[in-house]
C-alpha cells in the first residue's frame, strides 16, 4: 500500500547554487542528513525531508530523464511570486480551469522543471 510519496532527489551541478534556490526561492528549509559518504543536502518542508540534492554526480544529458517535472503543495503566492520578480528568475503562472488552483512553474538551476500550487483564495 502507498501511502504518498516521500521524497524527490535531484542532482546537481552546482551543490550550493541548486540548495540556495530551493531555499530561497521555492521556500524549503536545510535540515539533517546523515553522513552518507557524498556531497549533497536534505531539504525539508513541513518537518520532513521531502527533496535530497546530490552533489557529487554528474547531471545526465536529457536532464529530466522520464520524469517531467516535481509538484509541491505551497502557500504564500503573493510572497513566492515577490522572491521570483525580484530575482529575475524565470517563471509561468496560471490558474488551473474548473480548480482555481494558482500553478508556478519554473526551472531549477539544473533544469528540471518544479510547480508549486497554491489554494485558489491566494491572490497573485
Not at 525539508?44 to 547531471?59: E, F, M, S
Request: hydrophobic share 35%; with cysteine.
Amino acid at each position: 500500500m502507498i501511502h504518498g510519496p516521500n521524497h524527490f532527489t535531484v542532482i546537481a551541478e552546482d551543490l550550493e547554487r541548486t540548495v540556495d534556490f530551493y531555499v530561497g526561492m521555492i521556500g524549503l528549509e536545510k535540515g539533517p542528513r546523515p553522513d552518507l559518504g557524498f556531497a549533497g543536502a536534505w531539504l525539508y518542508g513541513g518537518g520532513k525531508p521531502i527533496l535530497h540534492v546530490y552533489g557529487d554526480r554528474p547531471v545526465p544529458p536529457g536532464r529530466s530523464g522520464v520524469i517531467d517535472h516535481m509538484a509541491f503543495t505551497a502557500e504564500g503566492l503573493r510572497e513566492v511570486k515577490a522572491r521570483f520578480d525580484a530575482s529575475g528568475w524565470k517563471y509561468d503562472l496560471r490558474q488551473q480551469t474548473g480548480s482555481g488552483i494558482w500553478q508556478l512553474f519554473c526551472l531549477d538551476p539544473n533544469g528540471a522543471r518544479v510547480e508549486l500550487d497554491f489554494d485558489p483564495s491566494e491572490k497573485p
